[in-house]
């Protein structure tokens, strides 16, 4: 059975820095780029981040600020959220891409961050 997990979400002052992280089962985590969106109040779901083999990518809004990484000994895949901004206030989750041996995306349940003083 797969499952995301997501941790580390809460409650930050802005400029303050927060890790997420996401432990995964159910799959063969290395084989999969694995990404992290979020979801603000009444927004859409946006792309944050990804890493895979091809390499990182980050959404501009991020960029500097942000870092991903993957422990695939761990089976988890983190983000290091630095200088934070209240407009980085959303639920935060992680996706398993699909791969050509398995098309299915897996999500996890999220993580709220809320960036206030």
């Given amino acids: 059975q797969v499952q995301l997990v997501e941790s580390g979400g809460g ?3 802005p ?5 997420l992280s996401c432990a995964a089962n159910g799959f063969t985590f290395s084989d999969r780029p694995m990404s992290w969106y979020r979801q603000a109040p009444g927004k859409e779901r946006e792309w944050v981040a990804t890493i895979s083999t091809a390499g990182i990518t980050y959404t501009g809004s991020v960029k500097g600020r942000f870092t991903i990484s993957r422990d695939n000994a761990k089976n988890t895949v983190y983000l290091q959220m630095n200088s934070l901004k209240p407009e980085d206030t959303a639920d935060y989750f992680c996706k398993a891409q ?10 996890g349940q999220g993580t709220q961050v809320t960036v206030s003083s």
């Fill in 11 to 13: 409650l930050v002052q």
């Fill in 15 to 19: 400029g303050g820095s927060l890790r």
């Fill in 98 to 107: 699909g791969t050509r041996f398995d098309s299915r995306d897996y999500w």
